[in-house]
């Protein structure tokens, strides 16, 4: 998603501005530009990568800059920011709703617009506010929009000045020896910023005199404290080059103890009475975080006897609100950041619903309006495939299942111990990457790949099938295996692909049949299952054995052969599983 920065600083800022756009690169993007104000304001922007804007220099020490997810408009060297109207030069992340009205007003005023971009409507709208003061203009162009935004503006009268505000979009503001900087995240401003403070939706943020302000919606000063961000998120390089994906799915044993350890550190008591009294639990997430919601349901209802409802997030919103009063929602996101997952929080708020948010990230917008906040310790996790941060995630919806039941028994469930064996599990599961290699190498010219399971199984299969799908460009899908002769097995043909996860001994005998319904036409079968004897007693082609554990355990660890089958698939394929095509690493609009 879009990524915008702005520094302010005593010597020239370009150097801090490319550097921060670097940074901003894993969030996925497809133009970037600069702007620099010193003598006069420069503007430089490119379709293609933040490296195209080396060829630039301009000095100065005020800039904004910008990484572009295009929404409105192709990627193009006219669409991407900052955009220019009278003195001012803007960078926006968002979606501004009712830019088509808005434009036409502007048109019929007489205004001309250069971009397809609904950012570039805010722009003139700032320019037209402006009459020296740059933070009343930028406040009465944004009371104009709906939608969502952050923003960073200066006016190229105003050197050494940048104002920033933030509605639904991620906004920080840091302070380093570079300068003084607003950011759409904390691991970009890594190594920049030593201090960061968080902007709410409708504050603004103002750097002036070499100081940074924050301000409410009626421009009333905030106070605000700085404080230093989490050292590990701010870890954006892989040791010895390579691929972050590669590196951050050999970190999960590492990401699971760091993980532990601060669940054992949580003090649960202040949320024992939702938990002890929650007649219905909703779980909200997207994509990989859906699919560790869908665990957490499976586990809790089995173990707490709650229902769990789990819809993904952008759903939930939009279905007759349902939750309520004393009603719990859990709200899953590694970013913390994803709008659909916030709106969702949002609105159960709204209804007076309690919301527990399970984050990677402890200063997001979703921790700051969670009532109760689970933080994993996966560290930053920078390429847009998650991983580790899917197994950590699992361990923090294990943990608060098993609370659930313990604020409703006393008493922890079985597997309750074994979540200290998770760490050397996901180690042994290393040892299938062979196997998956040699997998990845009969698969790699696959067109399709079905992705079975039954029960916690089919979460892993979900799970399995959006990894190579969104890496490997493959189409994938992640199927109950009983559902198969309802209709997918018409698809299977001589040598098609089907992987097969089975790790319940009750559930395994049945699995067995849709891999037989597989291999009697032709299929090719692959099974990961942590029973040597449902194993041997298989009539799959490629057998992989996973390491033992409690079953409700198991997709923490039998997710890890796939992410790296998924990770494998992608560089046969001459994909840059860092990169996928089309995909940001933080989903900041609907
Ligand atoms: O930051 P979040 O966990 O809220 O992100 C949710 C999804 O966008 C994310 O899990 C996405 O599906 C991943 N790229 C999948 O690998």
Redesign the pocket.
Request: aromatic fraction near 6%; glycine fraction near 6%.
């Given at each position: 998603m879009c990524g915008i920065i702005g520094c302010v600083s005593e010597k020239d800022c370009y150097g801090a501005l490319y550097d921060g756009l670097k940074r901003l690169e894993y969030r996925g993007y497809d133009s970037a530009g600069i702007a620099v104000l010193g003598e006069k304001l420069e503007i430089f922007k490119k379709k293609g990568g933040v490296a195209n804007l080396s060829a630039f220099y301009a000095r100065g020490g005020t800039g904004i800059g910008h990484t572009r997810w295009a929404t409105h408009g192709a990627p193009s060297d006219t669409n991407a920011h900052p955009h220019r109207a009278g003195k001012i030069a803007l960078v926006h992340n968002g979606i501004v709703e009712n830019y088509a009205s808005l434009k036409e007003e502007l048109e019929e005023e007489g205004e001309r617009f250069r971009s397809e971009t609904d950012s570039e409507v805010l722009a003139k709208l700032v320019a037209r506010a402006y009459r020296g003061d740059l933070l009343a203009a930028v406040r009465e162009a944004l009371s104009r929009a709906e939608g969502s935004y952050a923003v960073a503006v200066i006016a190229e009268d105003r050197p050494g000045e940048l104002v920033a505000a933030k509605y639904k979009s991620p906004l920080v503001a840091g302070k380093g020896a570079a300068g003084l900087f607003v950011c759409s995240d904390v691991p970009a401003l890594a190594g920049a910023a030593d201090y960061i403070a968080q902007a709410e939706d409708g504050e603004f943020v103002r750097i002036a005199g070499g100081e940074i302000f924050f301000y409410d919606k009626e421009l009333r000063p905030l106070p605000k404290t700085f404080f230093r961000p989490q050292r590990e998120l701010c870890a954006l390089s892989v040791a010895g080059g390579g691929y972050f994906m590669r590196a951050e799915i050999g970190e999960i044993p590492r990401a699971l103890r760091d993980t532990l350890g601060l669940l054992k550190q949580t003090d649960f008591a202040p949320c024992a009475r939702v938990l002890r009294g929650a007649k219905r639990v909703f779980a909200v997430?997207?994509?990989?975080?859906?699919h560790s919601a869908l665990v957490f349901a499976d586990v809790a209802e089995r173990e707490a006897g709650v229902p769990v409802i789990c819809h993904t997030a952008g759903e939930f919103r939009y279905r007759p609100p349902l939750i309520g009063e004393g009603e719990l929602l859990i709200a899953?996101?590694?970013?913390?950041?994803?709008a659909d997952?916030l709106e969702a929080a949002r609105l159960a708020k709204a209804r007076g619903a309690y919301v527990v948010a399970v984050?990677?990230i402890g200063c997001s917008s979703l921790a700051a309006l969670a009532d109760f906040c689970i933080v994993m310790g996966a560290g930053a996790e920078i390429a847009?495939?998650?991983?580790k941060?899917?197994n950590c995630?699992l361990l923090c919806l294990y943990y608060l299942a098993a609370q659930l039941l313990f604020f409703k028994e006393q008493r922890y469930p079985d597997w309750f111990y074994a979540l200290d064996d998770l760490c050397s599990a996901a180690e042994r599961a290393f040892s299938c990457f062979a196997e998956a290699d040699a997998l990845a190498d009969g698969l790699k010219s696959a067109r399709a790949i079905y992705y079975l399971g039954r029960g916690l199984d089919l979460c892993t299969a979900k799970e399995g099938a959006?990894?190579v799908k969104?890496i490997a460009c493959v189409f994938a899908e992640g199927y109950p295996a009983g559902e198969l002769k309802h209709g997918s097995l018409a698809l299977v043909e001589e040598g098609f692909p089907v992987v097969c996860v089975s790790t319940s001994r009750a559930l395994a005998k049945k699995s067995e049949n849709a891999l037989a319904e597989v291999k009697s036409r032709g299929g090719f079968c692959a099974l990961f299952s942590q029973y040597g004897d449902v194993l041997e007693d298989s009539c799959a082609d490629f057998k992989c054995l996973l390491p033992a554990l409690p079953e409700a355990l198991m997709p923490a660890v039998s997710v890890i052969p796939l992410q790296y089958f998924a990770y494998k698939m992608c560089i046969e394929r001459g994909f840059d599983p860092d990169k996928?095509r089309n995909?940001a690493?933080?989903?900041t609009v609907e």
């Open positions: 997430a997207c994509g990989t975080a859906y899953v996101s590694q970013s913390g950041e994803t997952t984050t990677n847009v495939a998650a991983t941060s899917y995630q959006l990894k969104e996928p995909l690493k933080s989903v």
